[in-house]
């Protein structure tokens, strides 16, 4: 057996790798129409294997550490970021994720509001992308982000955590449009505006937003219960 054969089938037999890696999902406006659309920033790889290619915020599990303690402290150091929404995904340990040694990924997935995301440290290895348009990336991240994707949009259905995606106060129209540019549709204004209205927990301020050209909308508040997020972890289960 080669001295790179012997190497292969050492590695086989050690235990997984641990890592911690990250969804972060915010709103941007689109290039073309203007409109809220939802982007997520990327680190470039600079080691092997993928090197140079684009990946999600990541990195090891340090042995002294929570998972989520990794998960916060990984993003601040690579994007600048600490999401107040930062919850516990899944766990990706596919056979053959990483040439090597058996990788096992912890996934987190974080929402940042307008402010927040502003803070990220962009430069030549950390970009935001739009989340619909993304090119190959590093190990099974793409498969990771569609289920990330797919949460999100579920949770959208009943939930409220669209709010994690907006300010503290906001108009109905951009509550609306954080549907819009999460399910990937348009939405009926009077319809939904009706509907919304009709949700508990959404409370009109004496305030409203300035500049527009026409009568200033009313802002609002949600005054919910707060939803599942950096209080509480999910429940890890292998991945299918």
């Known amino acids: 057996m080669s001295p790179t054969s012997a190497n292969v089938s050492e590695r086989s037999q050690e235990p997984p790798s641990l890592a911690i890696s990250t969804v972060i999902f915010g709103l941007r406006p689109s290039e073309a129409s203007g409109r809220p659309t939802l982007w997520l920033p990327l680190v470039r790889r600079i080691r092997q294997p993928y090197l140079g290619q684009w990946a999600l915020p990541g990195g090891p599990l340090a042995p002294s550490e929570s998972l989520q303690d990794a998960a916060s402290r990984n993003l601040l150091e690579t994007t600048g970021l600490a999401p107040r929404y930062l919850e516990q995904l899944y766990a990706f340990g596919g056979l053959h994720r990483s040439v090597g040694q058996r990788l096992v990924s912890i996934v987190y997935w974080a929402l940042v509001q307008p402010d927040e995301a502003e803070l990220t440290r962009e430069s030549e290895n950390v970009r935001w992308f739009r989340a619909d348009r993304l090119e190959r990336l590093a190990f099974d991240h793409n498969d990771i982000v569609e289920y990330a994707l797919w949460r999100l949009r579920n949770k959208m259905e009943y939930g409220s955590i669209a709010y994690h995606l907006l300010g503290e106060r906001f108009t109905l129209a951009q509550v609306r449009e954080v549907y819009e540019a ?24 004496d305030e409203y937003l300035t500049g527009t050209r026409h009568r200033p909308p009313r802002l609002y508040r949600y005054a919910g219960p707060v939803p599942d997020g950096s209080t509480r972890q999910s429940q890890v289960v292998p991945a299918p």
């Open 182 to 205: 999460v399910l990937d549709k348009q939405l009926d204004p009077a319809n939904f505006r009706r509907q919304l209205r009709a949700t508990p927990h959404i409370e009109a301020t």
